[in-house]
Structures are given as structure tokens and as C-alpha cells.
């Protein structure tokens, strides 16, 4: 057995059978894409795969076979396409790196209720974003008993960056700034509004982290 079909059968132990998996929700991909996963003992094995960020679980497809990356503690970093993910407390996080620093993302759904359709599709407030399959197909064959309601997918981030050796988690402007000293903030504040930063938007956030070191 070669190396690659070794590293495979040690850490890919956890089987899904895979039907038409992309369909589900929370995956990175559009389509499991190639990568490469490093393991600590400088390993590799090539395959395509997938991240769920619903689950923070990493997917691996193996012919016609999706299975869930497990044995973490063995893992130093897998690479899909050019984006680089790494185990950390137990799930997968993105890297996101810059010039002088990186940080790590770790992306979280929310899913909102909007409201309910009225009688042409309209929700009776705020804005449609899906309308729960089950109920369309009641609405088609004629059902009254149906759920209605108009649901949104909110995509969250929590960041992490390294601070005096440690990781610091942080999702907007007040929860970074409370990892600096009250000294700083006033400093740290004109710096986030030179760089116009949106903390809904990871890369504006790499930059913002990359000036502040």
C-alpha cells in the first residue's frame, strides 16, 4: 500500500455515502476541488474535498464515497485550491494570511425568520431570501397545512489573531478593540476608519490586522 492510500485509511474514517452531497447546505466549494492534506510528519496525500461550515468539518470524496476528515490531532494543514484550512479546538478554521500577520475565520450560519409569504410570494416583512421547499411543493398539490414562513441564511464570522502568543477571538469593532489596551483604542478606531472595515468581510479584516502589526 502506497503512502497516499495510507494517510487515507488512517485519517478519513468516518463515512458518509455520498449522494449528490454538494446539494447540501454550508459547503466553501461549489464542488469538492482538488487539494493536498499535510500531516505534522510532513505526509501528504492529493484528493478532492470540501469544507462545511455549518459543521466545521472537513469532507474528503473518494470515488463515489464522501467521507469526513477525522484524526485532527495528526493534521497540519489542508490546502483546497489556493485556500488553506487548519485544525483548531476540534474543527477546521480558514487561515487567512498577510504580509505581516494572519489571522484564522471561522464562519457560523444563522438562519432568521423573515416573515410569512403573502398571496403573491411577497413576506409580509422585511426581505424574501428562501421559501421552504416543503411548503412550495404543499402549495403546489394543493395542501393547506403548510409552513409559509420565509427564512434567511445569515453568514457570521468570529476571527481569531494571535496576541502575546495566545488566540484572541473577535467578530466586530468592540470586541477587537478589547484586545488592545484603552491606551491604543483611540489609535486602533482611526485606523479602522482609514481602512473603511467592514467586519463582515474577512480580507478587510486580514488588512486591518496586518496594519495594526
Not at 94 to 104: C, F, H, R, T
Not at 111 to 131: D, F, L, N, P, Y
Not at 145 to 160: A, G, L, R, S
Not at 174 to 185: G, M
Request: glycine content about 6%; charged content about 25%; proline content about 1%.
Amino acid at each position: 500500500m502506497n503512502i497516499a492510500k495510507t494517510i487515507i485509511t488512517t485519517l478519513f474514517l468516518t463515512v458518509i455515502f455520498f449522494v449528490n452531497a454538494q446539494e447540501s447546505n454550508g459547503y466553501y466549494f461549489k464542488d469538492f476541488t482538488n487539494g493536498q492534506v499535510i500531516l505534522k510528519n510532513k505526509q501528504f496525500a492529493r484528493g478532492k474535498f470540501n469544507y462545511n461550515f455549518v459543521n466545521h468539518q472537513m469532507h474528503f470524496l473518494n470515488g463515489g464515497v464522501d467521507m469526513i476528515v477525522e484524526n485532527l490531532q495528526d493534521i497540519d494543514t489542508i490546502i483546497i485550491d489556493k485556500t488553506r484550512f487548519i485544525p483548531f479546538e476540534g474543527r477546521f478554521v480558514e487561515v487567512m494570511k498577510g504580509k505581516n500577520a494572519s489571522i484564522l475565520v471561522e464562519m457560523n450560519v444563522n438562519t432568521r425568520e423573515q416573515g410569512k409569504v403573502g398571496a403573491m410570494g411577497v413576506a409580509t416583512h422585511g426581505t424574501v431570501q428562501s421559501i421552504d421547499v416543503n411548503a412550495r411543493f404543499q402549495r403546489v398539490n394543493g395542501e393547506n397545512n403548510m409552513d409559509i414562513k420565509v427564512y434567511k441564511d445569515e453568514i457570521k464570522y468570529t476571527y481569531f489573531m494571535n496576541v502575546k502568543g495566545g488566540w484572541k477571538s473577535f467578530h466586530n469593532q468592540a470586541t477587537f478593540l478589547k484586545l488592545f489596551p484603552k491606551k491604543r483604542h483611540d489609535a486602533v478606531k482611526e485606523i479602522i476608519k482609514s481602512l473603511d472595515v467592514d467586519f463582515d468581510h474577512p480580507d478587510e479584516v486580514t488588512k486591518l490586522c496586518n496594519e495594526i502589526n
